[in-house]
């Protein structure tokens, strides 16, 4: 048991600040990732700074029909908001797909984005792991390596993100609101999470002290509320994806050509993947299975694969394909 301090922030300013000047003092929201790598020794904070009961609870409308969620919503309040199930069903199903029913009343939106992997040689403390201690290697490397990335890993780390929300919020263009010791700002959340290269330990893009307050969703369209997730896993419940699968298409009713299109994957990176290449090849493409295929092995092409996860390659291409066709077989 290493002893640490416990504060409740009275304000977000006060949060930031604290954990700000103190480089062992880390954000408390629902605690459902940090708890657990307190006990396994993987964290070992000597002060948590609980953000759970700041006013960052609501989802609300914005000026320009979009949705603000703040970075306490439970993930299950936000799956069931009526907004997002009827705007935005690609982020309802992702948050569903997650963990259990009783983690999702406790894990916080802004906590679910910042989730670790679960390497389980990351959880392991007995094995080397450059993100745990950076430099002492990587046992996934040439070890068990089933659940580890196909696309933009390094040779210091394999690990993917575990998040099924953040692959949801990724194809729908979210954007992250933080709070810092120097102010706010606002980033896509395409660029808060990072590649591992050479730094591994960094999962994201923030400062030490940097606050997730809320996460924006740009106003809802035609295609976002038929957007969808599908997620393909070992166990019909309470398991990590293998590869998953978040998608919207806008196809022109009269030529079957895709007008736009957005896709990201899960379960292939160390951060949610934006597959931009696919999207590329679909804009313009008719709306056919061959156009499909196609999106999804170009930006297949890149993938590098070892001897446990190779199966992630043509698992992500049919489950692309698959929700693909799903979707433009729901607009007919
Ligand atoms: Fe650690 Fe990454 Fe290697 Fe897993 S893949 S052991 S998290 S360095």
């Given at each position: 048991?290493?002893?640490?301090?416990?504060?409740?922030?009275?304000?977000?300013?006060?949060?930031?600040?604290?954990?700000?000047?103190?480089?062992?003092?880390?954000?408390?929201?629902?605690?459902?990732?940090?708890?657990?790598?307190?006990?396994?020794?993987?964290?070992?904070?000597?002060?948590?700074?609980?953000?759970?009961?700041?006013?960052?609870?609501?989802?609300?409308?914005?000026?320009?029909?979009?949705l603000r969620?703040?970075?306490?919503?439970?993930?299950?309040?936000?799956?069931?908001?009526?907004?997002?199930?009827?705007?935005?069903?690609?982020?309802?199903?992702?948050?569903?797909?997650?963990?259990?029913?009783?983690?999702?009343?406790?894990?916080?939106?802004?906590?679910?984005?910042?989730?670790?992997?679960?390497?389980?040689?990351?959880?392991?403390?007995?094995?080397?792991?450059?993100?745990?201690?950076?430099?002492?290697?990587?046992?996934?490397?040439?070890?068990?390596?089933?659940?580890?990335?196909?696309?933009?890993?390094?040779?210091?780390?394999?690990?993917?993100?575990?998040?099924?929300?953040?692959?949801?919020?990724l194809a729908?263009?979210?954007?992250?609101?933080?709070?810092?010791?120097?102010?706010?700002?606002?980033?896509?959340?395409?660029?808060?999470?990072?590649?591992?290269?050479?730094?591994?330990?960094?999962?994201?893009?923030?400062?030490?002290?940097?606050?997730?307050?809320?996460?924006?969703?740009?106003?809802?369209?035609?295609?976002?509320?038929?957007?969808?997730?599908?997620?393909?896993?070992?166990?019909?419940?309470?398991?990590?994806?293998?590869?998953?699968?978040?998608?919207?298409?806008?196809?022109?009713?009269?030529?079957?050509?895709?007008?736009?299109?957005?896709?990201?994957?899960?379960?292939?990176?160390?951060?949610?993947?934006?597959?931009?290449?696919?999207?590329?090849?679909?804009?313009?493409?008719?709306?056919?299975?061959?156009?499909?295929?196609?999106?999804?092995?170009?930006?297949?092409?890149?993938?590098?694969?070892?001897?446990?996860?190779?199966?992630?390659?043509?698992?992500?291409?049919?489950?692309?394909?698959a929700v693909?066709?799903?979707?433009?077989?729901?607009?007919?």
């Amino acid at each position: 048991m290493i002893p640490f301090e416990y504060r409740r922030a009275a304000d977000a300013q006060e949060a930031v600040a604290t954990v700000a000047a103190r480089p062992d003092a880390v954000f408390l929201g629902g605690g459902t990732n940090l708890v657990d790598h307190m006990k396994l020794g993987v964290a070992a904070p000597h002060m948590l700074v609980d953000v759970s009961r700041l006013p960052f609870t609501e989802v609300e409308e914005t000026p320009g029909g979009g949705l603000r969620v703040g970075a306490a919503v439970r993930n299950s309040d936000l799956a069931a908001h009526p907004l997002v199930r009827q705007r935005y069903p690609a982020l309802a199903r992702a948050l569903l797909s997650g963990a259990s029913g009783q983690l999702r009343n406790t894990a916080t939106t802004g906590g679910n984005l910042l989730q670790r992997t679960r390497c389980r040689y990351f959880q392991d403390v007995t094995t080397p792991c450059n993100k745990r201690e950076p430099g002492s290697g990587c046992a996934a490397i040439g070890g068990w390596d089933r659940h580890h990335a196909v696309l933009g890993a390094s040779e210091h780390c394999i690990a993917v993100h575990p998040s099924d929300m953040a692959v949801g919020l990724l194809a729908l263009d979210a954007t992250v609101h933080v709070l810092g010791a120097d102010g706010a700002r606002t980033l896509p959340l395409a660029d808060l999470h990072r590649l591992p290269g050479d730094s591994p330990e960094r999962d994201t893009v923030l400062a030490h002290g940097e606050l997730i307050t809320a996460v924006e969703l740009p106003p809802a369209s035609g295609m976002t509320r038929r957007s969808t997730y599908r997620k393909v896993r070992e166990r019909a419940s309470y398991a990590f994806a293998l590869v998953s699968v978040a998608a919207a298409l806008d196809v022109d009713d009269d030529s079957g050509v895709v007008r736009d299109a957005r896709v990201a994957l899960g379960g292939v990176a160390h951060k949610p993947w934006r597959a931009g290449r696919a999207e590329d090849v679909l804009r313009g493409a008719p709306a056919t299975e061959e156009s499909f295929r196609l999106a999804a092995g170009a930006e297949l092409a890149a993938a590098e694969v070892r001897d446990g996860n190779a199966y992630k390659v043509p698992l992500a291409r049919n489950t692309i394909v698959a929700v693909l066709r799903d979707l433009t077989e729901a607009r007919r």
